[in-house]
Structure formats: structure tokens, C-alpha cells
């Protein structure tokens, strides 16, 4: 079972104007989870998706490679199976591009 796209991570707020909170917040930041986040949130977006978009994505990152896997249940009920893996610093545009073009088929 895969978490919808970002499930899977803290996410920290502060106040706009709130800097020690901020300093704070800075150190708990992890520019490979953020990354990973974001090719899932961005796979989300290719397709349109929203929150109720039935959808479960698991980023993670292997060496200078982020291996995307995915599994939607869109028109069926046994679900969709992909598997991406994209170079760190491509992953975010090139997982909306996967999305759109497995949109289109």
C-alpha cells in the first residue's frame, strides 16, 4: 500500500515573522525528502489531481537517482502499477511529464 503523495512527511510551519522559529525549523529541513515530496506532489499535478485523487506515490532516493513508484485506481479497480526513476535535479518536472503523458494514453 502506497501513501497519497506527501503523506509520508513532517511538514513544519511558522510564522512569517517569527525568525528563531524559522532558524529552528531550518534545521530540521532535508533537502531529500523535500525533493522526494515534491516528485510526488508534482506527479499528483500532472494528472489533475487533487487530495481525492485516488492515488498513492513513494519517492525515494538511490544514489543520484529518484525511483518514483505509483499505483492509481483510476476507471479500475485492481489499480495501476508504474515505476519512474528520474536524475535528482530532473525528478520534479519529469514526473509531471510522466504523469501527463500516462494521463494521455
Same mark, same amino acid.
Given at each position: 500500500l502506497l501513501p497519497a503523495p506527501g503523506q509520508w512527511a513532517l511538514a513544519i510551519q511558522t510564522r512569517a515573522n517569527d525568525k528563531k522559529a524559522q532558524e529552528l525549523a531550518q534545521l530540521l529541513e532535508d533537502p531529500i525528502t523535500r525533493i522526494c515530496v515534491e516528485t510526488e506532489r508534482q506527479f499528483l499535478a500532472g494528472l489533475g489531481g487533487g487530495c481525492q485523487f485516488p492515488l498513492g506515490a513513494y519517492a525515494i532516493q538511490k544514489d543520484a537517482l529518484i525511483y518514483l513508484q505509483v499505483r492509481f485506481y483510476l #476507471?479500475? =479497480?485492481?489499480? =495501476? #502499477? +508504474? %515505476? +519512474? &526513476?528520474?536524475?535528482? %535535479?530532473? &525528478? $520534479? #518536472? =519529469? &514526473? +509531471? #511529464? @510522466? @504523469? $501527463? %503523458?500516462?494521463f494521455h494514453r
Open positions: #476507471n479500475r =479497480l485492481d489499480g =495501476l #502499477n +508504474f %515505476e +519512474f &526513476s528520474f536524475k535528482k %535535479e530532473d &525528478s $520534479k #518536472n =519529469l &514526473s +509531471f #511529464n @510522466a @504523469a $501527463k %503523458e500516462i
